[in-house]
């Protein structure tokens, strides 16, 4: 079992940065990647960012650039730093963690809200 708890969300200007940070907890050494999902209302669950326990990292193409996912804390941690945040940001991230045995994990969820 993986226990996920995210922090950092909140109402920031457009233009302005935000930082998200996950703590993972529970078997950890399982873990092979872990990442952040993000749902704004109607939408689906989309893939923001996404890094291995090698360090390799994926971005959706509306956040290259300006996101960055890093992990730390011998890979207890996942941090998303935001930048240049736009209104279409805003939404519920999620931090997602994958085992080797390809469970999925989610945390409960932290609110982004961009004002433009």
């Known amino acids: 079992q993986v226990q996920l708890v995210e922090s950092g969300g909140g109402l920031v200007q457009a233009g302005g940065s935000l930082r998200l940070s996950c703590a993972a907890t529970g078997s950890i050494f399982s873990i092979s990647a872990m990442g952040w999902y993000r749902q704004a209302p109607g939408n689906q669950r989309e893939l923001v ?3 291995t326990s090698f360090g390799v990292t994926n971005y959706a193409d509306s956040v290259k650039g300006r996101f960055t996912i890093s992990r730390g804390n011998a890979q207890k941690t996942v941090s998303l730093q935001m930048n ?3 209104s279409e940001d805003s939404a519920v991230y999620y931090c997602h963690a994958l085992t080797l ?3 999925d994990y989610w945390g409960q969820g932290t609110q982004v809200t961009v004002s433009s």
């Open 84 to 86: 240049s945040l736009k």
């Open 101 to 103: 045995g390809a469970v």
């Open 49 to 51: 960012a996404a890094i």
